[in-house]
């Protein structure tokens, strides 16, 4: 019987190791994930943020006791991956609760560990109205920054799929968004003549597009707002993301 290991539990992760189970019934399958939840919905975040999905636990699909009594995988949350011994095929984990390590063997190892959210370098980066958004808790952090202090406007540095889904929510939000993008156009995997009615269509609904441009700088600003300098200009936002 083979033991796989699954690092990364979110979309890629969960999916390799359920198709693990469908391709071999008998199979041992551990899959470790870093974070708090495992099988979640990435593009559903921003509309967590913005009121269209009313209810947290919608956003995931899976949680690590269903893995285990739909699919028999062993699914270990708060659980971070650090080493691997590929000649004596074990790895080293983690526990981040209980602040342990200890070692855990396999046969074939699947590695689909995601990435974490660039923030440039550089003073105010820091700050606590400066978010990422990338898990469930980045959501629930600006959910509650929100909800909690009532902010008017918002700069979301970079205008990908879930920078633009997050313009969207917060605009239904009432906040004035401003989206920053280091090239030309935004959502840089579409063709250039696909771009101009994306571009029209945000500028109608009252979304201001900064393109060639990012933020440099994140400074105190005039009544506890933060002050960006830009690569071209300034501007003063109530948060970041």
Known sequence: MAKFIVVGGVA???TAATRLRRLDERAEI???EKGEHISFGNCGLPYYIGGTISERKNLISQD??????RFNVDARVNSEVISIDRAAKKVVVRDLVAQKEYEESYDKLILSPGGSPFKPPGPGMDSPRVFTLRNIPDADKIKDYIRNNSPKSAAIVGAGFIGLELAENLRTLNLEVNVFQLSSQVLPILDQDMVPEVHLSLKRNGINLFLKNSVEQIAEGPDGRLALKLKEGTLVTDLVV
């Not at 690590?64 to 009594?69: D, I, K, N, T, W």
């Open 12 to 14: 890629g992760g969960a």
């Open 64 to 69: 690590p006791q269903g893995m285990r009594e």
């Open 30 to 32: 551990v899959l470790f």
